[in-house]
Nanobody
């Protein structure tokens, strides 16, 4: 059973940056597509970003394109979401996901982490 653990959330001022990390216990992430979703209070869950397990292709929601960057560090078996130019509307719980479905850009997650809170506020 794959267990995902997110870290790196916190409180940041508008315009600031945070880096979220996603790691797994006992199982390598290398063969999984890894995604990041977020959910703000009263809003629908949104797929934010994805990185493919095969060729490293990435996906970004329009709302974060140009500001967020997803990457893998295979040596550390960790996936990162670097978030810059953060806005108050980025405030949400961010979840790491994993799946093995090709060509769906993480839209069919099989495993979820417990989430990490990101709050963008002055």
């Amino acid at each position: 059973q794959l267990q995902l653990v997110e870290s790196g959330g916190g409180l940041v001022q508008p315009g600031g940056s945070l880096r979220l990390s996603c790691a797994a216990s006992g199982v390598s992430l290398r063969t999984y597509n890894i995604g990041w979703f977020r959910q703000a209070p009263g809003k629908e869950r949104e797929r934010v970003s994805c990185i493919s397990s095969t060729d490293g292709r990435t996906y970004y929601a329009n709302s974060v394109k140009g500001r967020f960057t997803i990457s893998r560090d295979n040596a550390k078996d960790t996936v990162y979401l670097q978030m810059t130019s953060l806005k108050p509307e980025d405030t949400a719980v961010y979840y790491c996901t994993a799946d093995k479905f090709p060509n769906y850009y993480c839209s069919r997650p099989q495993y979820w982490g417990q989430g990490t809170q990101v709050t963008v506020s002055s």
